[in-house]
């Protein structure tokens, strides 16, 4: 007979993959509520400052809808055409990017260096980046269709915001030490999201501005992609730069892709890897691996969409194991660092 431990590894391990599976099948359902929860939680603290300075909590939760939906229609209308002329580039830019691969190619067998066009087609495809870019982006829009459910979500989601505390007080039990937890795990993932949200508008900004500088086509819509993806650490940089990248060598030649890669790398360190982390503590940072693993695992459950929530959602896991003694461990697992503290400089 098995063990009392082993027998509970194995009930948790079944729960977790049904759970999972649950998961994946009511992606449809999940992902535009994700968004919305990910919206309240990033508008939260506009809602909570205007309820300070005692404006009625309807008109503190239409004012901050006032200003999601302000912000989400000039992101769509500009963004929305970007992707849209894009798109309807997209073959002529995999066609010249391919010739300059067949050029390139050629050019290092005249040096003697002969390398297998095939080769390079099925492992090493240039072209295929700018399509995963593109499709990244349409199955993000393709969820923005439902921006009517969303925004409603994000209303109820407001609304219950206010009131979710004192309810906690009353059906819980021990209220002082379970809101203790609470709003420590609160004020933790509100910290990081507002943060980490900070940072990622000015990645994207700076990277859209540079980008027009040289000229590069498209630089609104390759800001806002550097925007999503500063979302998953060390990764999502590196992937939000091949493409604008591959088409500064296409659209105006190898030295401006090389500014397009130099103004990519100053930016992402200064605001990544020296400003970001000054501000969010070291307890609040993933380990690389959990990182690259996150990724995979919400793409594979949640599609485009999960990729970029992927490391905010981990981070509600990890702060969430955080605001218990027992899951500390787990917590320093998931970390970067050897401490589950998370408190900022």
């Not at 449809?28 to 009625?56: E, G, H, N, T, Y």
């Not at 580039?89 to 067949?102: H, I, N, W």
């Not at 060598?249 to 200064?270: E, H, K, R, Y």
Request: proline share 5%.
């Amino acid at each position: 007979m098995p063990t009392s431990s082993s027998h509970g590894f194995l009930v948790n391990a079944a729960a977790f993959v049904v759970v999972v599976a649950g998961m994946r099948a009511a992606g449809d359902i999940l992902v535009p509520f994700l968004l919305a929860v990910f919206l309240a939680i990033i508008c939260s603290p506009l809602l909570f400052w205007m309820k300070r300075k005692k404006v009625p909590n309807s008109l503190a939760v239409c004012s901050t809808l006032v200003v999601v939906l302000g912000v989400v229609l000039v992101l769509a209308a500009f963004a929305g055409t970007s992707l849209h002329g894009f798109s309807n580039a997209l073959p002529g830019y995999q066609e010249k990017l391919a010739a300059k691969t067949s050029s390139l190619l050629a050019w290092l067998e005249g040096m003697g260096l002969k390398v297998s066009a095939t080769f390079i087609s099925e492992t090493v495809n240039p072209a295929k980046a700018m399509g995963i870019a593109a499709n990244t982006l349409k199955g993000l829009s393709g969820v923005l269709t439902n921006v009517f459910m969303i925004l409603l979500t994000v209303v109820f989601v407001l609304f219950e915001a206010s009131a979710l505390p004192r309810k906690l007080a009353v059906a819980l039990g021990d209220p002082e030490a379970s809101l203790s937890r609470f709003q420590g795990f609160m004020e933790n993932l509100n910290r990081y999201l507002a943060i980490k949200t900070l940072f990622s508008l000015l990645t994207g900004i700076t990277i859209g501005i540079w980008l027009a500088v040289l000229g590069v086509d498209y630089p609104l819509l390759w800001g806002l992609l550097a925007f999503l993806l500063n979302y998953v650490p060390n990764i999502g940089s590196i992937i939000a730069a091949i493409p604008p990248c591959l088409l500064a060598v296409i659209q105006i030649g190898p030295g401006t892709a090389l500014l397009a890669a130099g103004g990519f790398l100053v930016v992402n360190t200064v605001f990544g890897s020296l400003l970001e982390p000054r501000y969010m503590g070291r307890g609040l940072g993933l380990s690389t691996l959990i990182v690259f693993l996150s990724l995979v695992f919400w793409g594979w459950v949640l599609g485009p969409v999960g990729m970029l929530l992927s490391v905010p959602l981990t981070m509600i896991v990890k702060i969430a194991l955080e605001s218990r003694e027992e899951t500390q461990g787990i917590a320093v697992l998931l970390g970067s660092g050897g401490s589950a503290a998370a408190s900022p400089k």
